[in-house]
């Protein structure tokens, strides 16, 4: 159980577009959704917290008219790097609480590698 | 704002040996520890976890012990496989409000057949 799937794995786009990734908690409802980006080698930084149906919380340093966060269901978050410029390359994981783990495990997703060129 | 340290950075160790991996965090309301492990290029995987009202727990290999005098928390790896290598990750997080996880910088292990 707590399963997480995120879409797409990989995605190259050229610099100046947007792009979307998805993460769906499959078998459980998540209350909370979070979205981590990390650089080579280096920790998981959080980029934002977004709950069902509110807006996102967005870590100082993120710009959220940047990074969209809509978190419209319960099973169903998205984050979309508007204007990709090739220092957004990253690997974009996101991650979900639910009642599964005892509420404050969290369960993350495969993670989506973004190259912006 | 909340800080986790992390050591050591990198660590090498051979098999069948232990390895130690330290962190200390900096919230006092902090009360949640997971330990995940990180392949190349794959997402983290939880491991063990602890809570604050619990010293040590342990499972098969892996084990944790917590300080919450001195804010500290360890992860033991008994018994050592190449298999264990890759990057360990610790977290600290309070279970109050949105579960927020402040993350450790990362413990590269290498395991030496």
């Known amino acids: 159980g707590a399963v997480v799937s995120q879409h797409p794995s990989r995605v190259i786009c050229k610099s100046g577009t947007s792009v979307k990734i998805e993460c769906r908690s499959l078998d459980f409802q998540a209350t909370t959704m979070f979205w981590y980006r990390q650089f080579p080698k280096q920790s998981l930084m959080l980029m934002a917290t977004s709950n069902e149906g509110s807006k996102a919380t967005y870590e100082q340093g993120v710009e959220k008219d940047k990074f969209l966060i809509n978190h419209a269901s319960l099973t169903l978050s998205t984050l979309t790097v508007t204007s990709a410029h090739p220092e957004d390359s990253s690997f974009y994981i996101c991650s979900a609480i639910g009642l599964a783990g005892g509420g404050d495990t969290q369960y993350f997703g495969p993670g989506t590698r973004l190259t912006v060129l | 704002g909340e800080n986790v340290e992390q050591h050591p950075s990198t660590l090498s160790v051979q098999e069948g040996d232990s390895a130690v991996i330290k962190c200390t965090y900096s919230?006092?309301?902090?009360?949640?520890f997971p330990w995940y492990k990180q392949e190349l290029g794959k997402r983290p995987q939880l491991i063990i976890d602890i809570r604050s009202n619990v010293g040590e727990k342990k499972d098969q290999r892996i084990a944790v012990t917590l300080n919450k005098t001195a804010k500290h928390f360890s992860l033991h790896i008994t018994e050592t496989q190449p298999e264990d290598s890759a990057v360990y990750f610790c977290?600290?997080?309070?279970?109050?409000?949105?579960?927020?996880?402040?993350f450790g910088t990362g413990t590269r292990l290498k395991v030496l057949a």
């Open positions: 919230d006092s309301a902090s009360n949640y």
């Open positions: 977290a600290a997080s309070t279970t109050s409000g949105t579960y927020k996880y402040i």
